[in-house]
């Protein structure tokens, strides 16, 4: 998509496709001819079908031969940025069912949010939506985009929040790719070979512990996980240093499973065939280091993802076996299919003892019990730490990526106890299953302040919604980064 910022309305051309987005009071509002911004007219009689609800999106041929696209925000007091977010999504998705791949688009002026709020709001809508999987489409020549938008604004920063929104939206579509690609092009040997790459790409540093390296370092649940496959397993870590002199730095860790088939605890077909994308969190992750250092975040931050499949075979870990992990405690495995929660243990262990961030944000498809609990829209989370708790919050609200905490108690530990080992992998209760994740991996975080966040829900969506498309989101890049330009 290319970008151009105009900031004066009077000049818009007749001959352009011109987007302007109008609310329920405008359109009662609008007189018989009505001027709605600069030169800009939308007579009352061309609209009489139009009603401007939230994504209500129409093609107007004014009498004078200019075509516009009228865009709905609903009702005035309810427009909020994330409504404004879908609402240009369904721009995008009527210009490119219509054929229609350059636009310019009159960004409207809302009195109750601020001027630069709305204009990144309809650029994130636009951008993020106009994406598509289509890597093993042999004819890709029909699928239009939308290639050229001018926005129309008089806001003096434009350029800049734009050039950023197109970098974060860039990157979203590049954790997209990465989750919705095959096993057979994205095993563990092939996400450290291409966090190599796009590290050295942006001057970061990449890491990665190889077999070898991962048995040296005593990472036996990793290890135990990584049993039944063929393809080794990778520890990949990448450090991003915005800001060299302070030692202050943010740490994330990524569930890396290329593909869970549950292992002895088989997966029934139905739930296997989209286990891909067990990979997300790494995904996420990598993708948020990338974002940063593309914008050049004044921050440090350090990005862990353990990476392995998770196979059935001969020699795949069983039930009732016992693995010693990073830290030194030992896990009896109750369930093949827990293991998202294993390789995080020796993950977030190793990344507080040798990496020592100030915080840890852990993201993983978790539990499906977190599916089950908060659908699609929303994304669990535990947290013993209020601060940590209460920026992820704000960040979830500003970027629509949201997130809900979940109760941390200690009455949950009894469930996680095991007869043989110090812990079990598999809870001896039912019910509860994302806090009871949660509660294991707490055994091996110490002191650093931490945050769990299970996007088994919002990672991987069954159907299309607003500006996110059916399968990979890219979930959790936007509330990451605003989370790391908050966290102080
Ligand atoms: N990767 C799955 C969780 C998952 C489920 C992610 C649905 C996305 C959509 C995880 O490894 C798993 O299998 N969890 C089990 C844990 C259980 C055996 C304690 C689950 O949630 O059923
Ligand atoms: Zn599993
Ligand atoms: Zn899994």
Known sequence: MKIKVKNDLSNISQTDTVVVFLDEEN???????????????????????????????????????????????????????????????AVTGFCRSGKISSVSIVVPQ?????????????????MLSDYSFDKYKSDRSRDIHLDKVVFYTELSGASAILKEALIVAENTYFCRDLVNDTTNEINPVDFAKLAKKISSASGMKCTVLDEKAIKKKNMGLLLAV????????????????GNPSSKKTIGFVG???TFDSGGMNLKPGGS??????????????????KTASELKIKKNITAVMPLTENMLSSSAFRPGDVYTSYNGKTVEIGNTDAEGRLILADALAYMEKELKPDVIVDMATLTG????????????????????????ESSAEITGEKLWRLPFYEDYDDRMKSDAADLNNMSSEKNAGTIAAAVFLRNFVEKTPWAHVDIAGTAWYSKARGYRPKNATGYGLRLMIDFIKEWK
């Open 27 to 89: 359109i009662k509002q609008l007189d018989a001819t009505g001027e709605v911004r600069g030169n800009v007219l939308v007579e009352k009689s061309d609209i009489s079908f139009f009603f401007g609800a939230a994504g209500e999106v129409t093609a107007v041929s004014r009498k004078d031969g200019a075509n516009l696209i009228l865009c709905g925000l609903g009702e005035h007091t309810k427009i909020n940025r994330e409504k404004i977010r879908n609402s240009a999504a």
């Open 110 to 126: 809302l009195g109750n949010l601020k001027d630069e709020d709305v204009l990144l709001s309809v650029a994130e809508g636009l």
């Open 226 to 241: 990584n049993k039944g496959s063929d393809v080794p397993p990778r520890f990949v870590i990448v450090e991003y240093k």
């Open 255 to 257: 569930k890396g499973i």
């Open 272 to 289: 296997m065939g989209t286990m891909r994308m067990d990979m997300a969190g790494a995904g996420t992750v990598l993708s948020i280091v």
């Open 369 to 392: 019990a977190c599916v089950a609990a908060f659908g699609e829209t929303v994304a669990a989370f535990l947290s013993e730490d209020d601060s940590v708790a209460s920026v992820l």
